[in-house]
């Protein structure tokens, strides 16, 4: 049973970063999507960037490129999202999704091609 635990949000202010982490239980990817995604109360689930193949590529919303990274250390089946310049646009709960192995996806930024999602951890960015 493959679960992913987020954690490391929490109540910053504007201009602070965040890192975020995404621990995987229950398998070793080798070759697989993941990504993060965020959704603020009364929007969509919006998808902020993504990871293949263990850093092969990454990929970024708009909204989030220049400020938000991506990375994955295998080694600790953990991804992470590190968030810099943060706005009060930003507030959201957070989640982190992963795709089964070896299954492409067209849209890696879009939720419907993920398997798997955390429980979600919340960041607050207050002005």
């Known amino acids: 049973q493959v679960q992913l635990v987020e954690s490391g949000g929490g109540s910053v202010q504007a201009g602070a970063s965040l890192r975020l982490s995404c621990v995987v239980f229950g398998y070793t990817y080798r070759s697989n999507y993941m990504g993060w995604f965020r959704q603020a109360p009364g929007l969509e689930r919006e998808g902020l960037a993504y990871?293949?193949?263990?850093?092969?590529?990454?990929d970024y919303a708009d909204s989030v490129k220049g400020r938000f990274t991506i990375s994955q250390d295998n080694a600790k089946n953990t991804v992470y999202l590190q968030m810099n310049s943060l706005k009060p646009e930003d507030t959201a709960v957070y989640y982190c999704?992963?795709?089964?192995?070896?299954?492409?996806?067209?849209?890696?930024?879009?939720?419907?091609?993920?398997?798997?999602w955390g429980q979600g951890t919340q960041v607050t960015v207050s002005s």
């Open positions: 999704a992963a795709a089964n192995d070896f299954k492409p996806i067209s849209r890696p930024l879009r939720a419907e091609g993920y398997d798997y």
């Open positions: 990871i293949y193949a263990g850093g092969r590529t990454t």
